[in-house]
């Protein structure tokens, strides 16, 4: 009990002076102080004791660092922090490993670098592993943004040299896939328009095949009109013919 004891302390320097000694005096400053000072430790425990029951283990865990090492009610508290310092690491990773799925990467950063107290030596490099990553998850976001760019302005072979930038593993990797394929598509549309509108329909309608392009109503437009063409081609040779003779 520190208040009894600090209690009769000062009672210590209530006594005569001519028995109140500098050694005494001396002895009961010194418990006086460390009671006083034991007696805060203990308050700073309880604060961040009834932090950590209201759920808030954040602000627990910064409580709790206002402990002297040297006191005894930080030895007594050993289990106690390091359950707070454990709560913590969990929410922080979770949390990290949630923002990561999300691909909320600044947050995700963030939260990886806030969560460095609450980690052990051993899996600090594991955090500097999760920023690199999500570092690398910027990167690919904004090829992947620059590329939808490029396709909006129908830069069809730019966006295909962006997009293949982007690894298969990347979180971006399915998305790019999907608008690969759809760039691939509208280059193999450019190629089969281009030899259409320079009046090789008949190569156009090679190339459909040869690509296997589901490309139906654009392939039956391109037979009817080389159709026309090739009759139209073989009136005009009989009406040559006819004129020659």
């Not at 995700?108 to 460095?116: F, L, N």
């Not at 598509?185 to 089969?192: A, D, E, G, I, P």
Request: glycine fraction near 2%.
């Amino acid at each position: 009990n520190w208040n009894a004891a600090q209690a009769n302390l000062y009672q210590l320097e209530e006594v005569p002076a001519s028995v109140r000694t500098p050694k005494l005096r001396a002895f009961a400053e010194k418990w006086i102080t460390w009671i006083a000072q034991e007696n805060n430790q203990q308050l700073i425990l309880a604060s961040a004791m009834d932090q950590f029951d209201k759920n808030e283990p954040d602000n627990a865990f910064s409580t709790l660092s206002a402990l002297n090492k040297d006191s005894s009610v930080y030895t007594k508290a050993v289990d106690f922090i390091e359950k707070v310092r454990s709560t913590c690491e969990r929410r922080s990773l979770a949390l990290a490993q949630q923002l990561q799925a999300d691909r909320d990467w600044d947050e995700a950063i963030a939260t990886c670098d806030a969560a460095r107290p609450y980690v052990g030596e051993e899996k600090l490099a594991m955090l500097d592993e999760e920023i690199a990553s999500c570092r690398q998850g910027i990167q690919h976001k904004e090829q992947y943004d620059a590329a939808v760019i490029l396709v909006e302005q129908e830069r069809f072979d730019e966006a295909r040299t962006a997009l293949e930038l982007i690894p298969g593993q990347s979180p971006y990797g399915d998305d790019t896939a999907a608008l690969l394929a759809s760039v691939e598509r509208s280059l193999h549309l450019q190629q089969v328009n281009g030899l259409f509108d320079a009046g090789n329909g008949e190569e156009a309608l090679k190339y459909i095949k040869a690509e296997a392009l589901d490309v139906p109503r654009l392939e039956e437009l391109i037979e009817q009109v080389t159709d026309l063409a090739r009759k139209a081609e073989s009136l005009y040779n009989q009406q040559k013919e006819y004129n020659e003779a």
